[in-house]
């Protein structure tokens, strides 16, 4: 398959965005999270990832790939 070459927003680069490639998710598991408040409420959350772009070129301050 092709790759599928995105924009995406990026402020600390001139012009605010960078071109990426969509990179297609295989196999996702995600499992809930329990955050407890100082009220005593409970809160169970599940992320969903529903896209990843890599960023080719651009690192963070600690040297990580975005």
Avoid: A, H
Avoid at 15 to 36: F, L, M, N, Y
């Amino acid at each position: 398959m092709p790759e599928k070459r995105i924009k995406i927003p990026f402020p600390n680069v001139p012009g605010g965005t960078v071109e990426g490639v969509e990179v297609s998710i295989t196999e996702s598991v995600e499992r809930w999270s329990e955050v407890r408040l100082e009220d005593g409420s409970v809160l169970r959350v599940k992320p969903n990832v529903i896209g990843v772009v890599r960023v080719d070129g651009q690192y963070d301050q600690e040297g990580n790939p975005l």
